[in-house]
């Protein structure tokens, strides 16, 4: 009899959760489709690659990655002779930003590989706000990606091997 109850207590907070989670899916696409702005922020989003490497599998399915999951960083590493680097959570990472210390980071930004910051300085600072006020309408998703691991180091899980970069 308790047994009944937990399954349908647990059926119900599915269905509850998968609600949950549909709405979270549509709010950036509703969002986008009533503010130009923030609409711009997920053209952005989606045609300067920020999912290829910030949304885990986005790349490998095509981009067949519920919205609600986008910019939630990966847990897979890109490994190379600068170490093992993981996309952080964006999601996670605006939060603790206003718009202008987002546009001045943005600016001034050097990570190490393979994340195209030099994109990041290259954007005009409108279309650094309108990515901002875009990440900031998803809201805070998601776990930290995994720390940094130094060179020479075996990272846990998995990540792409980088050969070492050409002699310039
Ligand atoms: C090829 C993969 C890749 C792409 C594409 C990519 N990133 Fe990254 N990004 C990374 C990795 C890896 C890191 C972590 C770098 C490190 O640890 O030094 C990172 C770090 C960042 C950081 C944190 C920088 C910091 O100072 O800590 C921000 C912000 C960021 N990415 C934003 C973006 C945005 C916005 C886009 C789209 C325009 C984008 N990234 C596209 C891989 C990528």
Redesign the pocket.
């Known amino acids: 009899m308790t047994q009944r109850i937990a399954v349908m207590l647990l059926a119900t907070f599915a269905v509850y959760f998968g609600l949950l989670a549909a709405q979270a899916a549509l709010a950036g696409e509703k969002a986008a489709a009533k503010n130009p702005q923030i609409e711009r922020g997920r053209y952005?989003?989606k045609i300067?690659?920020?999912n290829?490497?910030?949304t885990a599998g986005y790349a490998l399915t095509g981009g067949k990655v519920p919205e609600s999951q986008w910019l939630t960083g990966d847990k897979l590493g890109?490994r190379g002779p600068w170490g093992t680097?993981?996309?952080?959570n964006?999601r996670l990472?605006m939060q603790r930003l206003t718009q202008d210390q987002w546009v001045k980071?943005?600016k001034n930004?050097q990570?190490?590989?393979?994340?195209?910051?030099f994109?990041?300085r290259d954007?005009s600072e409108q279309d650094l706000k309108a990515?901002y006020a875009y990440v900031k309408t998803l809201g805070p998703a998601g776990e930290p990606a995994p720390a940094?691991v130094p060179p020479g180091k075996e990272p846990q899980g998995p990540a792409v091997q980088f050969p070492a970069p050409p002699p310039q």
């Not at 990570?111 to 910051?117: G, L, V, Y």
């Open positions: 952005i989003v300067a690659g920020c290829d490497c910030h890109w680097t993981y996309p952080v964006l990472y980071a943005a930004m990570t190490r590989p393979p994340m195209p910051w994109a990041l954007m990515l940094f």
